[in-house]
T-cell receptor
Framework: NAGVTQTPKFQVLKTGQSMTLQCAQDMNHNSMYWYRQDPGMGLRLIYYSASEGTTDKGEVPNGYNVSRLNKREFSLRLESAAPSQTSVYFC????????????FGQGTRLTVV | EDKVVQSPLSLVVHEGDTVTLNCSYEVTNFRSLLWYKQEKKAPTFLFML????IEKKSGRLSSILDKKELFSILNITATQTGDSAVYLC?????????FGKGTLLTVNP
């Protein structure tokens, strides 16, 4: 079982560059999430998608865009990277029609220089 | 609001000690409370709580939810060095999953 697959694992960007983080789940979950994790800050919600075709802002959406391409895939785009976006990014999915645990990808360590 | 507050933010104990980690949350649209353990990689699931007063247990770990007072606790008995980690709690509402800042637990030999 692959679960949640997140790519890439590591990335270094220059300020102003753009990139897309990819996330795919094979558990047929309706809801998907993007979080960032900085030291001492827990997991902060960037965007989430309650179901295919819908997306909503979380706590820290500025500087990011998302696409829920289909039920399996939820991508996160940085249009113009800034050093403040240096972080570890996690994608997660869960079934919210009846509550389940959230399953996480392995994370992407992004450095913006 | 979706606020989740964990305490303490960090804790240092000796092997064999018992620890209690706290998580309080806001009530709006509350559906579930989840606990995770994180050791330098992706969080791993511990418990999901939806009903008040029912303890969930797994080995030396246990957790309970109080929906009247809006908090949950995670207990770890007879701690081991392998319990050293960040413990995260999360509040599930209609579709959102909001995490607290976590408690950094260090267990010294």
């Amino acid at each position: 079982n692959a679960g949640v697959t997140q790519t890439p694992k590591f990335q270094v960007l220059k300020t102003g560059q753009s990139m897309t983080l990819q996330c795919a789940q094979d558990m047929n979950h309706n809801s998907m999430y993007w979080y960032r994790q900085d030291p001492g800050m827990g997991l902060r919600l960037i965007y989430y998608s309650a179901s295919e075709g819908t997306t909503d802002k979380g706590e820290v959406p500025n500087g990011y865009n998302v696409s829920r391409l289909n039920k399996r895939e939820f991508s996160l785009r940085l249009e113009s990277a800034a050093p403040s976006q240096t972080s570890v990014y996690f994608c997660a999915s869960r079934e919210t029609n009846w509550d389940t645990e959230a399953f996480f990808g392995q994370g992407t360590r992004l450095t913006v220089v | 609001e979706d606020k989740v507050v964990q305490s303490p933010l960090s804790l240092v104990v000796h092997e064999g000690d018992t620890v209690t980690l706290n998580c309080s949350y806001e009530v709006t649209n509350f559906r579930s409370l989840l606990w995770y353990k994180q050791e330098k990689k992706a969080p791993t699931f511990l418990f999901m709580l939806t009903s008040s007063g029912i303890e969930k247990k797994s080995g030396r770990l246990s957790s309970i939810l109080d929906k009247k007072e809006l908090f949950s606790i995670l207990n770890i008995t007879a701690t081991q060095t392998g319990d050293s980690a960040v413990y995260l709690c999360a509040r599930g509402s209609n579709y959102k999953l909001t995490f607290g800042k976590g408690t950094l637990l260090t267990v010294n030999p």
